[in-house]
């Protein structure tokens, strides 16, 4: 019987650190979009602590995307 290949899923949520760094961006200009209500977040157990579905950094770049100089 043949072994199935490991995949290499991604976790579903993120911290802020880690999607900072995905983004390659500061981790304060991430935090500062989150608190500004730029990008959804998860909070869970009711603590201090964010944490980001990769869709919606997806969809923070998306939305942040400008066409042309202004």
């Known amino acids: 019987m043949k072994e ?10 993120v911290s802020l650190p880690a999607g900072a760094r995905e983004l ?13 209500g730029d990008i959804k977040h998860v909070r869970l157990s009711g603590r201090g602590r964010f944490w980001l579905k990769r ?16």
């Open 55 to 70: 869709s919606d950094l997806d969809k923070f770049i998306e939305a942040s995307t400008e066409e042309g100089v202004r």
């Open 24 to 36: 390659g961006i500061p981790y304060s200009s991430l935090r500062e979009a989150v608190l500004r």
């Open 4 to 13: 199935k290949p490991a995949t290499s899923r991604r976790p579903l949520l």
